[in-house]
């Protein structure tokens, strides 16, 4: 048997070299894109996680807000409740004296 290529083989091999060349850097960049999208995924996941964390923060400073502001009207009832007892008490001690 003659080990000899013909020139249409050898331009084969060329082009199947090549070819896998191709391939090869086709098949890298394709891992690379495949991590930029799992990262941009994770990304996604945790911009989500902190929306939801955003939220259940400002949901629960409104209730603060809420309670607060209820604490302020009793703050002030039991202020001004006060303030009538010792108005009382002193009318009491002046009406004794």
């Known amino acids: 048997m003659d080990d000899a ?6 331009t084969l091999v060329i ?6 060349g191709a391939m090869t850097r086709v098949e890298s960049l394709a891992s690379k894109l495949v991590d930029r999208v799992e990262r941009a995924e994770m990304e996604i996941g945790a911009s989500a996680s ?3 964390d955003r939220a259940r923060l400002a949901e629960a400073l409104d209730m603060s807000k809420s309670r607060e502001a209820e604490l302020q009207g009793a703050a002030e009832e039991a202020a001004a ?3 009538a007892a010792i108005e009382d008490l002193r009318m009491i001690v ?3 004296e």
Do not use: C
């Open 5 to 10: 290529r013909s020139p249409d083989q050898d």
């Open 15 to 20: 082009a199947l070299s090549r070819f896998d």
């Open 50 to 52: 902190a929306d939801l």
């Open 81 to 83: 409740a006060l303030d």
């Open 94 to 96: 002046t009406e004794e």
